[in-house]
């Protein structure tokens, strides 16, 4: 058959001229890439055998060979797996088919070290890549398990690959590598070196549940000079699963090591999480709760779930059905006992034991969270930081542990400008006669602080929450209360901050007030009927001459917008306007209108009055050039 010359992707073509010029702070991951995907090889053609009788594969005796010739400078990485097609071939490995390419490599020229480009580059899954930091060319040899033809692609990653279609191939794939020359200062670095080979596999990949192989070195010698005798292929892992070990049998760094075979991610864990459920049904679970976030964890094509296993045998990856949504960041392995070979997704959704392991593997993933808070609050911050936004999505869908949602959830707040608050801590903090937990969404933290809802709590020292995920403003109208006390928002309702003898006095000097401005009131509610549902005085204004606020049950204008953003037709609600009775404007202008119903300066002074308190929330003017105009005819006067 022909060979095909093909061009890489630009995108590729820039990531494999990373690689030759060696991102990695270690070159010695390549070889845990290269094993990682032969055993995800493995792993695929039983399960594909178990599901189709007709497969015709040989599965008999899987595993993964590597061989070295010192002479010819080659490593070659085997296996007997799955294999490749060769239209899987030109896609898989001629592209990146990821949409997130673009902004990856633009990451990737900004990491500020090594660790941070390794991290980036376990997070795009491109580990295949990296054997172009060893060698000067790579050959790919691989039948897809059920097909006659293989296929062989090569290249020395300069911009392009051939690609080269076989009558006679092995089932399987096999990886060679001709190797880059060694410095003879840097032996260690010599990949056809056998201790080498054997180091790096008992580091990186001891735990593969497949067998290594090595051919053994040559024993004894022939006579007059004949060549040595080869002994039996030696197996250099120990191939038993970390979730069936003992807990001191393990170390934190076979542990990590399973969690970057698992998840490629190159950063370890911040977290390893073990179960073993005894009794009628009997399961194993290692979990770990990753240390950063991974690009694409808000796309709508991530990956998420855990690895499925059935008595040892893997069933399959991303097993949703074992973790919520909003936990889709952890990763790890399950290993049922009583599980069929067999099972599917769509069955496992309904499987009751299935359902069972969800709801005790959520509980305790939460557990963990609440007690890293306090025992780890370094990995808790930093946790939080990077998944935070995910794990409040459970407030919105998982009303059996919205409690123990809350409990490990944690807040920006007006008490401490660095360290966020739990809830229970804000209840504690809570002044005497309080009766509400505060709280006030916005964009940033600033711009809550510099509201004008903050004024009469800020002048009272009353704490408030300040939420600026986009997700804080759909929860919140999810979770009425927590420990008996109404979660509140500052800039919705009315503001009665009063409390005891306090508060009577207060509402009777209100009442009074309101009297003595219901001339103004009625008339800028005529003036702005067509912007404001009411124009009343406000409790919660120290500085500010004016306010926007939305009545209690009503729907907030940021919530509002994610509707229509998602696509959800929302009616238009008018909100209130309050007004600041103590500010030297509104008392002019109730002075001045008592006598000026008609003027029609005074009419544009309530437009101004509106327009400044929209802006002051962040809000857009229903008309800006009209507001521009007639503040700049304003400003004019004063000259």
Same mark, same amino acid.
């Given at each position: 058959?022909?060979?095909?010359?093909?061009?890489?992707?630009?995108?590729?073509?820039?990531?494999?001229?990373?690689?030759?010029?060696?991102?990695?702070?270690?070159?010695?991951?390549?070889?845990?890439?290269?094993?990682?995907?032969?055993?995800?090889?493995?792993?695929?053609?039983?399960?594909?055998?178990?599901?189709?009788?007709?497969?015709?594969?040989?599965?008999?005796?899987?595993?993964?060979?590597?061989?070295?010739?010192?002479?010819?400078?080659?490593?070659?990485?085997?296996?007997?797996?799955?294999?490749?097609?060769?239209?899987?071939?030109?896609?898989?490995?001629?592209?990146?088919?990821?949409?997130?390419?673009?902004?990856?490599?633009?990451?990737?020229?900004?990491?500020?070290?090594?660790?941070?480009?390794?991290?980036?580059?376990?997070?795009?899954?491109?580990?295949?890549?990296?054997?172009?930091?060893?060698?000067?060319?790579?050959?790919?040899?691989?039948?897809?398990?059920?097909?006659?033809?293989?296929?062989?692609?090569?290249?020395?990653?300069?911009?392009?690959?051939?690609?080269?279609?076989?009558?006679?191939?092995?089932?399987?794939?096999?990886?060679?590598?001709?190797?880059?020359?060694?410095?003879?200062?840097?032996?260690?670095?010599?990949?056809?070196?056998?201790?080498?080979?054997?180091?790096?596999?008992?580091?990186?990949?001891?735990?593969?549940?497949?067998?290594?192989?090595?051919?053994?070195?040559?024993?004894?010698?022939?006579?007059?000079?004949?060549?040595?005798?080869?002994?039996?292929?030696?197996?250099?892992?120990?191939?038993?699963?970390?979730?069936?070990?003992?807990?001191?049998?393990?170390?934190?760094?076979?542990?990590?090591?399973?969690?970057?075979?698992?998840?490629?991610?190159?950063?370890?864990?911040?977290?390893?999480?073990?179960?073993?459920?005894?009794?009628?049904?009997?399961?194993?679970?290692?979990?770990?709760?990753?240390?950063?976030?991974?690009?694409?964890?808000?796309?709508?094509?991530?990956?998420?779930?855990?690895?499925?296993?059935?008595?040892?045998?893997?069933?399959?990856?991303?097993?949703?059905?074992?973790?919520?949504?909003?936990?889709?960041?952890?990763?790890?392995?399950?290993?049922?006992?009583?599980?069929?070979?067999?099972?599917?997704?769509?069955?496992?959704?309904?499987?009751?034991?299935?359902?069972?392991?969800?709801?005790?593997?959520?509980?305790?993933?939460?557990?963990?969270?609440?007690?890293?808070?306090?025992?780890?609050?370094?990995?808790? $911050?930093?946790?939080? @930081? #990077?998944?935070? &936004?995910?794990?409040?999505? =459970? +407030? *919105?869908?998982?009303?059996?542990?919205?409690?123990?949602?809350?409990?490990?959830?944690?807040?920006?707040?007006?008490?401490?400008?660095?360290?966020?608050?739990?809830?229970?801590?804000?209840?504690?903090?809570?002044?005497?006669?309080?009766?509400?937990?505060?709280?006030?969404?916005?964009?940033?933290?600033?711009?809550?602080?510099?509201?004008?809802?903050?004024?009469?709590?800020?002048?009272?020292?009353?704490?408030?929450?300040?939420?600026?995920?986009?997700?804080?403003?759909?929860?919140?109208?999810?979770?009425?209360?927590?420990?008996?006390?109404?979660?509140?928002?500052?800039?919705?309702?009315?503001?009665?901050?009063?409390?005891?003898?306090?508060?009577?006095? $207060?509402?009777?000097? @209100? #009442?009074?007030? &309101?009297?003595?401005?219901? =001339? +103004? *009131?009625?008339?800028?509610?005529?003036?702005?009927?067509?912007?404001?549902?009411?124009?009343?005085?406000?409790?919660?204004?120290?500085?500010?001459?004016?306010?926007?606020?939305?009545?209690?049950?009503?729907?907030?204008?940021?919530?509002?917008?994610?509707?229509?953003?998602?696509?959800?037709?929302?009616?238009?609600?008018?909100?209130?306007?309050?007004?600041?009775?103590?500010?030297?404007?509104?008392?002019?202008?109730?002075?001045?209108?008592?006598?000026?119903?008609?003027?029609?300066?005074?009419?544009?002074?309530?437009?101004?009055?509106?327009?400044?308190?929209?802006?002051?929330?962040?809000?857009?003017?229903?008309?800006?050039?009209?507001?521009?105009?007639?503040?700049?005819?304003?400003? #004019?006067?004063?000259?």
């Amino acid at each position: 058959m022909p060979t095909e010359t093909f061009e890489f992707q630009v995108e590729a073509r820039q990531l494999l001229q990373m690689m030759i010029h060696s991102i990695y702070s270690n070159k010695d991951v390549f070889l845990r890439e290269l094993v990682s995907n032969a055993s995800d090889a493995l792993d695929k053609l039983r399960l594909e055998s178990l599901r189709d009788d007709t497969l015709g594969a040989d599965v008999s005796d899987l595993h993964i060979d590597i061989e070295t010739d010192p002479e010819a400078r080659t490593l070659t990485v085997r296996d007997n797996g799955i294999g490749m097609s060769h239209d899987e071939v030109v896609q898989l490995i001629g592209t990146i088919a990821n949409s997130g390419t673009a902004q990856f490599l633009k990451d990737l020229k900004e990491a500020r070290g090594a660790a941070d480009a390794e991290g980036l580059i376990g997070q795009f899954g491109v580990g295949f890549y990296s054997s172009f930091m060893v060698a000067d060319e790579v050959t790919l040899l691989t039948r897809r398990a059920g097909e006659t033809q293989g296929t062989r692609w090569t290249s020395t990653g300069e911009g392009t690959y051939t690609v080269e279609t076989l009558d006679d191939a092995p089932q399987g794939t096999s990886v060679t590598l001709r190797l880059k020359p060694v410095d003879n200062e840097d032996k260690l670095y010599d990949y056809t070196s056998r201790w080498k080979i054997r180091e790096i596999v008992k580091r990186y990949s001891d735990f593969i549940t497949w067998p290594i192989r090595m051919a053994a070195e040559p024993t004894g010698s022939a006579e007059e000079g004949g060549e040595g005798e080869q002994g039996a292929p030696e197996t250099v892992n120990s191939m038993k699963a970390l979730w069936a070990r003992s807990r001191d049998e393990v170390t934190d760094d076979e542990y990590h090591e399973l969690y970057k075979h698992i998840s490629h991610d190159w950063t370890d864990p911040l977290e390893t999480v073990r179960m073993q459920a005894e009794g009628t049904f009997e399961y194993q679970a290692l979990l770990f709760l990753p240390a950063r976030a991974p690009q694409d964890l808000f796309s709508q094509g991530h990956k998420r779930g855990i690895q499925l296993y059935v008595k040892r045998v893997f069933i399959m990856d991303d097993c949703e059905a074992l973790m919520p949504e909003y936990l889709r960041f952890v990763k790890g392995v399950v290993d049922a006992q009583d599980l069929s070979l067999n099972v599917s997704r769509e069955i496992l959704q309904q499987d009751r034991q299935i359902q069972l392991m969800h709801r005790r593997l959520t509980k305790k993933v939460l557990s963990t969270i609440k007690d890293m808070m306090s025992a780890h609050p370094e990995r808790y $911050a930093t946790f939080w @930081r #990077e998944f935070g &936004r995910v794990l409040k999505e =459970g +407030l *919105l869908s998982d009303f059996e542990n919205r409690d123990a949602i809350l409990a490990a959830s944690s807040f920006a707040t007006t008490h401490d400008q660095e360290q966020p608050t739990t809830l229970k801590q804000y209840v504690e903090r809570m002044k005497e006669g309080q009766e509400h937990v505060y709280y006030m969404t916005g964009e940033s933290r600033a711009g809550i602080e510099n509201s004008p809802h903050m004024e009469a709590f800020r002048a009272r020292g009353i704490e408030v929450l300040l939420l600026t995920d986009p997700v804080d403003e759909v929860w919140v109208q999810a979770v009425p209360d927590f420990d008996g006390k109404e979660l509140r928002s500052i800039a919705n309702g009315e503001a009665d901050l009063d409390t005891g003898e306090q508060q009577e006095e $207060a509402r009777a000097e @209100r #009442e009074k007030q &309101r009297q003595e401005f219901s =001339g +103004l *009131l009625g008339w800028m509610s005529a003036q702005l009927g067509e912007q404001v549902k009411e124009v009343r005085l406000s409790s919660r204004l120290t500085v500010s001459p004016a306010c926007i606020v939305s009545d209690a049950d009503d729907v907030t204008p940021a919530l509002q917008n994610l509707y229509r953003a998602m696509g959800q037709d929302v009616p238009h609600t008018k909100r209130i306007l309050e007004l600041n009775p103590e500010h030297p404007l509104v008392v002019g202008l109730r002075a001045a209108q008592a006598g000026r119903e008609s003027d029609p300066a005074l009419a544009e002074t309530a437009e101004l009055l509106y327009g400044t308190a929209l802006l002051a929330e962040g809000s857009e003017l229903p008309d800006p050039a009209r507001f521009t105009r007639l503040l700049a005819e304003r400003l #004019e006067r004063t000259l």
